[in-house]
């Protein structure tokens, strides 16, 4: 059974910094790429960062460009997301998620067909 798990969520000012895990088992974590989505009160799930299964290559949402960065360690099978200068419109529930292969086609990495297997997610919330 493919299980992902998100920690690292809470309560942050603004233009303060949290670190965010997701653990993955169940499946050959080194092979898969994974990506990160975020999910605002009354808005639909959005795509944050995505990351191929070596780490070659890393893609970004816009709203998080020089802001937040996914990386991963095969070794641990984990992967992370820090989040620098958080605004509060970066509240909302994140969720770690496994794609449908090694990488992710840069023009399908937004959309959440692309992964098969998602977290539950873990609560993100900025204060001003």
């Known amino acids: 059974q493919v299980q992902l798990v998100e920690s690292g969520g809470g309560l942050v000012q603004a233009g303060g910094s949290l670190r965010l895990s997701c653990g993955a088992s169940?499946?050959?974590?080194?092979?898969?790429?994974l990506g990160w989505f975020r999910q605002a009160p009354g808005k639909e799930r959005e795509f944050v960062a995505a990351?191929?299964?070596?780490?070659?290559?890393?893609d970004y949402a816009d709203f998080v460009k020089g802001r937040f960065t996914i990386s991963r360690d095969n070794a641990k099978n984990a992967m992370y997301l820090q989040m620098n200068s958080l605004k509060p419109e970066d509240t909302a529930v994140y969720y770690c998620a496994f794609g449908r292969g090694p990488f992710i086609r840069s023009d399908l990495v937004t959309i959440e067909g692309s992964y098969d297997y998602w977290g539950q997610g873990t609560q993100v919330t900025v204060s001003s």
């Open positions: 990351i191929t299964w070596n780490g070659g290559k890393m």
């Open positions: 169940g499946r050959t974590f080194s092979t898969y790429a």
